[in-house]
């Protein structure tokens, strides 16, 4: 598909949205989605979420009780409630100290005590967003154990997420370990259903790409009449994609997705003060912007993006306002050409 929309009149908003994604940056996203769920507004909203996670109360958790990383899980979670305030701050809790239970937040023990009553962590997922009244769906990228394999450009190969990030080296390829993993069942269905597909933000390897590796899910990403936008990142990565820009990063997920996938980039357009840009460059890191580079073939949705945080992270209204804008300039184009191509036919016949 050339990710051109379904023939008809458009809605205001996109009915069907689904953002895929992990870490930090999917969150940011949904919890921007979240106030445009309405009887006019977004009716099905639904978060496909990485599951490679091997650090922390995650890490520790696949390791002693043999679930699947519930952290991103979390995140999304409290992304979504409604419950806002009580249920939320309860499942975002963290326990101090690193024996025991220290280390690990609520919502990470809760999902897990959950997966061992129900034996499933999806419905663990389920019963959390019950809980939580979420305003849309979370599924898991896939249910199975599964690793990040790297594979570097010196021939070095990493396994596992958080030795990834520690290694130094550009990556060739990242593969999953097993490699035939399969979709959580509802996620290639929703992904070809959608009005809309967010990729990004979030770290390049480990947040954005694994999820293009379950079996089913990059074919349908390339396959969906749905607009596909994808959302830069605010500033580039330490290790493992820390030399690469933004035109990088979607030839990145192109190669692992086997074929285009981004029909439209939001990116910043807001300076970053320069203490911000010292305080990055210290720690090895530099902001993102669009260089121009194949400019042509993506068109660019530009706003500022910036949150009011220390750290740059994504304002997530701002963001919502930027996939809303790279709706309503995707769904004019294509009522432009599907006007354009009936004037054809008329003068034709």
């Not at 990383?69 to 963290?94: K, M, T, W, Y």
């Not at 959390?128 to 990040?148: E, K």
């Not at 121009?292 to 992270?313: A, T």
Request: contains cysteine; glycine residues 12%.
């Amino acid at each position: 598909m050339t990710g051109f929309p379904r023939a008809g009149t458009f809605p205001a908003v996109p009915r069907r949205v689904v953002a895929l994604g992990g870490g930090t940056g999917l969150p940011i996203v949904l919890a921007g989605l979240r106030s445009m769920v309405g009887d006019n507004g977004i009716q099905n909203l639904v978060a496909i979420v990485t599951m490679t996670d091997d650090g922390g109360s995650s890490g520790r958790l696949r390791k002693t009780r043999g679930v699947p990383p519930p952290g991103d899980i979390r995140n999304c979670l409290v992304a979504l409630a409604s419950e806002q305030e009580l249920l939320s701050g309860i499942f975002q809790h963290r326990y101090g100290g690193d024996e025991g239970i220290g280390g690990h937040s609520l919502g990470n023990l809760i999902l897990t005590a959950l997966a061992e009553q129900t034996g499933s962590f999806l419905k663990a997922v389920e019963t959390s967003s019950r809980v939580l009244r979420t305003v849309g769906r979370i599924l898991p990228a896939t249910l199975q154990d599964v690793s990040l394999e790297a594979e570097f450009e010196d021939g070095g190969r990493v396994v596992g997420e958080t030795a990834i990030v520690a290694r130094a080296g550009r990556i060739k390829c990242m593969r999953l370990q097993p490699p035939d993993v399969d979709p959580t069942p509802g996620v290639v269905q929703a992904i070809r259903e959608a009005d809309m597909v967010v990729l990004g933000p979030g770290s390049l390897y480990t947040s954005q790409v694994p999820h293009l590796m379950v079996q089913g899910v990059s074919q349908a990403i390339r396959d969906t009449g749905a607009l596909r936008v994808m959302v830069g990142n605010l500033v580039s990565e330490h290790g493992e994609a820390a030399d690469l820009d933004l035109l990088d990063h979607v030839r990145v997920m192109t190669e692992h997705a086997g074929g285009r996938i981004v029909d439209r980039l939001l990116v910043n357009s807001e300076p970053v003060d320069v203490e911000t840009c010292e305080r990055y460059r210290n720690e090895g890191a530099i902001p993102l912007y669009w260089t121009g580079g194949g400019e042509q073939s993506i068109p660019m949705i530009r706003r500022n993006l910036l949150g009011d945080d220390e750290k740059l992270r994504h304002d997530p209204a701002a963001t919502a306002r930027g996939l809303l804008e790279a709706w309503e300039e995707w769904t004019s184009a294509a009522e432009t050409t599907a006007g354009t191509e009936t004037r054809g036919l008329e003068e034709r016949s």
